[in-house]
């Protein structure tokens, strides 16, 4: 005989990661207590942070929604994906998701994607649009400068796609917890890109789609901003650089240990001199370009100089007529 679960029983649980931020922290915590789903846990991971700051933070919250709310303090910073994962283990709901403490949800975002995967069990997950919210500090303040969607030239999530560089971030997607059963926890030896690693594994084993053309996630980003209030993706610029190269470097190894060097060197090859006869090419058509450019330019000048001596002419002659000439 199955049990099943009472209408209290958490649904999806809410893994948000932070580190001294407080005011981005409750920022968060209002766009969690304002979902129209209601049946979610969520566990606020403090990586080494002051844990005044948080507790407080979760006391201000109305005492139905506190009682959701727990917190995990490490006494040092250990990383985005230890904290991921600490997240992760800490809690039991099927559904999971990761709310970075600077992030927002539109309030339907958790209803309309945990109805998605109730009625699509095929699916291993569901992204939502994502929308960047560019902001910036004014008065004391953080305020919205901007928005621009973000991927919203592709159709759906695809895995061809996500192999060039990561088309979704944690706030836009909901996952079911079995993903973790099979592919393990996000890479915590990664300080960076455990999220695009772990999306591409997701994406190895099945297809996903997006909920609908509207955004129901919201990626707030901040230019200039290093330190406490950075966003990763510009503060830590250089580590995304480095550690996508050595995610790529990795795979490329685990491909040659089990099916040798051909393919890959078949393929570099092909690749460089495909560019480079495609930059001889495109250089021959500039300098076509240029040439045709110069042949009108050339003829423009020509141009204008024999209309400058006729207007001239004509300006001498007016002054003549007139008794003008000096």
Do not use: C
């Not at 893994?15 to 606020?44: M, N, Y």
């Not at 901040?222 to 480095?242: L, Q, T, W």
């Amino acid at each position: 005989m199955t049990v099943q679960p009472d209408a209290q029983t958490p649904q999806v649980s809410i893994v948000v990661r932070t580190k001294d931020r407080p005011a981005l922290l409750r920022r968060a915590l209002r766009s969690i207590t304002a979902q129209t789903f209601e049946r979610w846990e969520a566990v606020i991971v403090n990586d080494g942070g002051d844990p005044t700051a948080v507790d407080l933070a979760i006391r201000e919250l109305p005492e139905h929604h506190r009682q959701r709310v727990s917190a995990l303090h490490s006494k040092t910073s250990r990383g985005r994906w230890v904290s991921a994962n600490a997240g992760v283990l800490a809690t039991s709901a099927p559904f999971l998701v990761l709310h970075d403490d600077d992030d927002t949800w539109d309030p339907e975002f958790l209803n309309l994607a945990v109805d998605y995967l109730d009625t699509h069990p095929e699916r291993d997950g569901i992204v939502s649009r994502i929308e960047i919210v560019w902001e910036e500090e004014q008065d004391g303040q953080l305020v919205a400068t901007d928005r621009t969607m973000f991927q919203g030239q592709l159709s759906e999530p695809m895995l061809g796609d996500e192999l060039l560089l990561n088309r979704f971030v944690p706030i836009g997607f909901l996952y079911r917890r079995s993903l973790h059963e099979e592919l393990g926890l996000y890479d915590d030896q990664l300080p960076v890109v455990g999220d695009w690693d772990f999306n591409l594994k997701v994406l190895t084993r099945g297809p996903l789609e997006y909920l609908g053309d509207t955004p129901y996630a919201y990626w707030h980003q901040r230019r200039g901003h290093s330190g406490a209030s950075g966003n990763s993706v510009i503060a830590a610029s250089g580590d995304h650089k480095r550690f996508d190269a050595l995610v790529r470097d990795q795979a490329l190894r685990r491909y040659i240990n089990e099916y040798g060097p051909g393919l890959p060197l078949y393929l570099s090859k092909f690749i460089e001199t495909q560019l480079r006869e495609t930059k001889g090419r495109l250089h021959k058509e500039l300098r076509a370009d240029l040439r045709r450019d110069l042949v009108d330019l050339r003829h423009d000048i020509r141009e204008d100089l024999r209309n400058s001596s006729v207007l001239i002419r004509a300006y001498a002659k007016i002054r003549r007529i007139f008794g003008l000439s000096s």
